[in-house]
């Protein structure tokens, strides 16, 4: 991997990680048109997720600061147990299980067989289906993050999981999930991001043992993605919150549509390999 894809890649996955339209899928199909065939790999992937994913502690800080806090002093008695900051933490943590446990069941398959460019491009188009779904039956939900319940935290979560499948998006898959469960969008939106904190630094410290092992993730250019990651992720997050609340989800349900055919055609004329 050189510099320049380093640059863009790092773009890529800073502009697409938030947006329900999954960064994994578009690191892979701009990976491959880079690499002329070769995917940049799960490592890559989960590495450069990092940089965005530190864009929404920094975005967040105040209210992760918060939570953290509160659920640190409900163990000492300084902080009620029914505390909502504190009770969000458990809810966090609860919500992060599935795909901790699915991640490290089906870590071989998620690093191989579910990179198949033709599951991604079902998943493209599936999941922006499941999206304008979710969104239409969800255009006049009423709950907020005050009324998650314990049931729901475990839901959101298994809806979260299925981000392991490259084309899924985490940011889609768990919206679609709080939609449907009845929440408003800033509500699930809000909840996708403090979730993923979790499963996306343990998932990224995990592979950092991967990186260096082959010429593609050399440890410099991954650096460099990590930290463009970051500086665009933090301005698509403050985007993505201010739209969210005046506007619905069709223009990324059309996109993922329009890219889902993209890559079919392009894997058909033998520009990508599946």
């Given at each position: 991997?050189?510099?320049?894809?380093?640059?863009?890649?790092g773009i890529v996955q800073g502009l697409t990680e938030f947006l329900p339209i999954s960064s994994s899928a578009h690191v892979s199909i701009v990976g491959q048109l880079?690499?002329?065939?070769?995917?940049?790999?799960?490592?890559?992937?989960?590495?450069?997720?990092?940089?965005?994913?530190?864009?929404?502690?920094?975005?967040?800080?105040?209210?992760?600061?918060?939570?953290?806090?509160?659920?640190?002093?409900?163990?000492?008695?300084?902080?009620?147990?029914?505390?909502?900051?504190?009770?969000?933490?458990?809810?966090?943590?609860?919500?992060?299980?599935?795909?901790?446990?699915?991640?490290?069941?089906?870590?071989?398959?998620?690093?191989?067989?579910l990179r198949n460019l033709w599951i991604t491009v079902a998943m493209l188009a599936g999941v922006a289906i499941v999206l304008a779904l979710a969104d239409r039956y969800?255009?006049?939900?009423?709950?907020?993050?005050?009324?998650?319940?314990?049931?729901?935290?475990?839901?959101?979560?298994?809806?979260?999981?299925?981000?392991?499948?490259?084309?899924?998006?985490?940011?889609?898959?768990?919206?679609?999930?709080?939609?449907?469960?009845?929440?408003?969008?800033?509500?699930?939106?809000?909840?996708?991001f403090l979730l993923a904190i979790p499963a996306v630094f343990g998932s990224g410290l995990y592979k950092l043992k991967d990186i260096g092992g082959d010429p593609s993730?050399?440890?410099?250019?991954?650096?460099?993605?990590?930290?463009?990651?970051?500086?665009?992720?933090?301005?698509?997050?403050?985007?993505?919150?201010?739209?969210?609340?005046?506007?619905?989800?069709?223009?990324?349900?059309?996109?993922?549509?329009?890219?889902?055919?993209?890559?079919?055609?392009?894997?058909?004329?033998?520009?990508?390999?599946?």
């Amino acid at each position: 991997m050189d510099w320049l894809q380093a640059i863009v890649l790092g773009i890529v996955q800073g502009l697409t990680e938030f947006l329900p339209i999954s960064s994994s899928a578009h690191v892979s199909i701009v990976g491959q048109l880079f690499f002329e065939g070769k995917d940049p790999g799960a490592a890559f992937t989960a590495v450069t997720q990092l940089g965005t994913e530190t864009a929404v502690l920094v975005y967040f800080r105040k209210d992760i600061w918060r939570i953290i806090t509160h659920w640190f002093g409900s163990f000492t008695g300084k902080v009620e147990k029914g505390d909502p900051d504190a009770r969000m933490g458990w809810l966090v943590i609860i919500g992060s299980i599935p795909i901790v446990l699915l991640g490290l069941l089906f870590q071989d398959a998620i690093d191989s067989t579910l990179r198949n460019l033709w599951i991604t491009v079902a998943m493209l188009a599936g999941v922006a289906i499941v999206l304008a779904l979710a969104d239409r039956y969800g255009a006049r939900n009423t709950r907020e993050l005050k009324d998650l319940s314990w049931r729901d935290g475990v839901l959101f979560g298994l809806f979260q999981a299925a981000a392991l499948i490259p084309g899924v998006s985490r940011s889609g898959a768990t919206i679609s999930g709080g939609l449907f469960l009845g929440y408003t969008r800033e509500a699930a939106t809000r909840y996708a991001f403090l979730l993923a904190i979790p499963a996306v630094f343990g998932s990224g410290l995990y592979k950092l043992k991967d990186i260096g092992g082959d010429p593609s993730t050399a440890w410099g250019p991954t650096i460099v993605a990590t930290v463009l990651a970051f500086i665009v992720g933090y301005a698509v997050i403050a985007w993505l919150l201010r739209y969210i609340s005046t506007h619905n989800f069709t223009i990324f349900v059309v996109y993922r549509l329009v890219i889902a055919a993209i890559v079919a055609a392009l894997i058909l004329a033998g520009v990508l390999v599946a």
